[in-house]
């Protein structure tokens, strides 16, 4: 019999939505995609090229039958962690629980949570950890794998940064710091193999993963957005000047399709698509002017423009430089005003060479180190480095 202590994460559950973009969990704090749909970014062109060497339809029926036996056999372990009889599972789940259950019997001794859902405000990354117990002695965070071969430790990078982001979102949620990750992979006719790693060692790849995530994910909608406001028949139409305001969600959303369009208005609300101009749209507007990269925050006054004869949002620059250290202080401070979700990044940071910069982009770079800057100091700070 396993013991069971069951720690307080705050909530019951966590509700998620999957589409083709991938899997949005639905959390107090806001929407976060799932650790595994950012963290497919790692594997994706080996992916793609097997998928190209097998052809379509092979590809999906071994995706197939992988997902369904991987189900099966983290839903045998779930029962007999939890106490629960196991008999009645078809005989090849069966082979498989039997070759982990030694493991099982041997290395855990009590156990916080199966199936435990987690998000992380600090990371913007949500999941589900298979279980999070103690493993020889230690807490962990532990997760079951199938595979079809014998795995390397240089195989499953994406597995290791999966595991660090739920040992990150289990201490944000119970303050209960956990670095040891466990995990126990089933191989077929094969002897199982567990792997054991620090979650510090694979901090950097999960936070670079996740920056590059993120710039595909602005490229994305700003291709989209251009396609739209570049279009001829859509600058003629009445219903142009829409495209500048928030009720571009509804009106996109009929132009792209249905399942992208929780992302879309995440992007909106997160100012990676500029909607309107102004405090209503976004907080914050980072440019680049004179050489140094200038950030502008949005005041809750408005005040009467005589060039444009219409009323615009008040403005106050609050901080600008061309040293990434000093900027990051100021991202520190835009985060501290509890609203860093609200970013709109101009489009001169693009057009560099139009505002002082010597290179084409240099500015965007400046700012993409002052956020690096902060994170690792953030992080430093929160011994999660």
């Known amino acids: 019999m396993f013991e069971h202590e069951k720690i307080d994460i705050g909530y019951d559950d966590l509700v998620a939505e999957t589409s083709n973009n991938g899997r949005l969990y639905i959390t107090p704090d806001g929407n976060y995609p799932s650790v595994t749909t950012v963290l497919s970014i790692i594997k994706e062109e080996f992916i793609q090229a097997w998928r190209a060497r097998v052809g379509e339809e092979v590809a999906n029926k071994v995706s197939r039958v992988a997902a369904n036996r991987g189900t099966l056999v983290h839903a045998i372990i779930e029962d007999y962690l939890n106490n629960k009889d196991t008999s009645e599972y078809l005989p090849h789940i069966q082979q498989s629980f039997v070759n982990i259950k030694p493991i099982l019997d041997e290395h855990i001794s009590k156990i916080y949570g199966l199936e435990v859902p987690l998000y992380s405000k600090h990371l913007g990354l949500a999941?589900?950890?298979?279980?999070?117990?103690?493993?020889?002695?230690?807490?962990?965070?532990?997760?079951?794998?199938?595979?079809?071969?014998?795995?390397?430790?240089?195989?499953?990078?994406?597995?290791?940064?999966?595991?660090?982001?739920?040992?990150?979102?289990?201490?944000?949620?119970?303050?209960?710091?956990?670095?040891?990750?466990?995990?126990?992979?089933?191989?077929?006719?094969?002897?199982?193999?567990?792997?054991?790693?620090?979650?510090?060692?694979?901090?950097?790849?999960?936070?670079?993963?996740?920056?590059?995530?993120?710039?595909?994910?602005?490229?994305?909608?700003?291709?989209?957005?251009?396609?739209?406001?570049?279009?001829?028949?859509?600058?003629k139409s009445a219903l142009f000047p829409l495209l500048l305001y928030k009720n571009i969600v509804s009106y996109m959303y009929k132009l792209i399709n249905e399942e992208k369009k929780m992302t879309l208005e995440n992007d909106i609300k997160s100012g990676l698509i500029e909607v309107s101009h102004g405090k209503d749209a976004f907080d914050y507007i980072i440019s680049a002017q004179d050489g140094e990269v200038v950030v502008t925050k949005y005041l809750d006054e408005k005040e009467w423009n005589e060039h444009f004869q219409c009323e615009f949002t008040k403005t106050e620059e609050i901080g600008r430089s061309s040293d990434p250290a000093f900027l990051s202080y100021v991202y520190q401070a835009m985060q501290d005003d509890g609203i860093i979700g609200t970013i709109y990044t101009s489009s001169s940071m693009d057009y560099a060479t139009d505002c002082g910069f010597e290179n084409n982009g240099d500015a965007r770079d400046i700012w993409d180190r002052a956020v690096d800057i902060y994170l690792t100091r953030e992080f430093n700070e929160r011994n999660y480095a």
């Not at 999070?132 to 997760?143: E, K, L, R, W």
């Not at 992979?185 to 510090?200: A, G, L, Q, T």
Request: aromatic fraction near 12%; charged fraction near 30%.
């Open 127 to 235: 999941g589900r950890c298979d279980c999070i117990g103690v493993y020889d002695g230690v807490p962990s965070i532990i997760d079951f794998k199938t595979s079809k071969r014998v795995k390397k430790a240089e195989d499953i990078s994406n597995y290791f940064a999966q595991m660090t982001a739920y040992a990150i979102m289990w201490e944000e949620r119970t303050g209960m710091p956990i670095v040891n990750t466990v995990i126990i992979m089933d191989v077929d006719n094969e002897m199982p193999i567990v792997f054991k790693e620090h979650r510090d060692n694979w901090t950097d790849l999960l936070l670079k993963t996740i920056k590059e995530y993120k710039k595909r994910k602005l490229f994305r909608w700003q291709f989209c957005k251009s396609l739209i406001l570049n279009n001829s028949f859509f600058k």
